[in-house]
């Protein structure tokens, strides 16, 4: 069974521009949640989408956005980026249906670079 | 509030030695209780996790962690590390039973000397 896969691995961009991240969960997965890592916060929780529906949101400013497909896939959005944005964005799915007790299974990240 | 301690930064172990790496939480209830564990460049990996019943559970690549809850605590134990082992750890709670959102500690980096 294929695991987590985020597309794309690293990213570049400068101030002010606006970047999308990509999670394909695991097949049969529909829960996606995406967590922000970065030296100074640590992991922080973004936001939870099941079934094209986000469930949970963290802490984070407008500027940070979601949405789900129905075939699962998840995307993340940030607009007019700031430095602090700097960062690796992790997304982890799980099957969605057995609350806090389902495992998450973490994808290897999109290491986000904001110049 | 609600946190998640992990009061080790940083811990240097020698090959063959145990491990143990201290999580404390503040939580009203018990929560879901996970240790995950990263290697460089790499997502997250679940090595146990805890929700009720035994307190001592076991999890993958020999990795054990003890609840107490008048401790409020959920200490990751290994009785004899290996090299691999060397990566950072997290200890994360769910604070309920139908939430998916995990608060992770600030993690504890393992290194491993030969």
């Known amino acids: 069974k294929a695991g987590v896969t985020q597309t794309p691995r690293y990213l570049i961009k400068t101030r002010g521009q606006q970047v999308t991240l990509s999670c394909s969960p695991i097949s049969g997965h529909r829960s996606v949640s995406w967590y922000q890592q970065t030296p100074g916060q640590g992991l922080q929780f973004l936001f939870e989408?099941?079934?094209?529906?986000?469930?949970n949101k963290g802490n984070f400013p407008g500027r940070f956005s979601g949405r789900q497909f129905s075939n699962s896939r998840s995307e993340m959005n940030v607009s007019t980026l700031e430095l602090g944005d700097s960062a690796l964005y992790l997304c982890a799915s799980s099957s969605g249906t057995s609350g806090a007790t389902d495992t998450q299974y973490f994808g290897p990240g999109t290491r986000l670079t904001v110049l | 509030a609600q946190s998640v301690t992990q009061p080790d930064i940083h811990i240097t172990v020698s090959e063959g030695a145990s491990l143990e790496l201290r999580c404390n939480y503040s939580?009203?209830?018990?929560?879901?209780l996970f240790w995950y564990v990263q290697s460089p460049g790499q997502g997250l990996q679940l090595l146990l996790k805890?929700?009720?019943?035994?307190?001592l559970v076991q999890g993958i690549k020999g990795f054990e962690a003890e609840f107490k809850r008048s401790q409020s605590s959920f200490n990751l134990r290994k009785p004899s590390v290996h090299w691999s082992d060397a990566a950072e750890y997290f200890c994360?709670?769910?604070?309920?039973?139908?939430?998916?959102?995990?608060?992770f500690g600030a993690g504890t980096t393992v290194t491993v000397r030969a």
């Open positions: 939580y009203g209830a018990t929560p879901y």
């Open positions: 805890y929700f009720s019943g035994d307190t």
């Open positions: 994360a709670v769910a604070p309920g039973t139908n939430d998916y959102k995990l608060s």
């Open positions: 989408y099941f079934s094209e529906t986000q469930r």
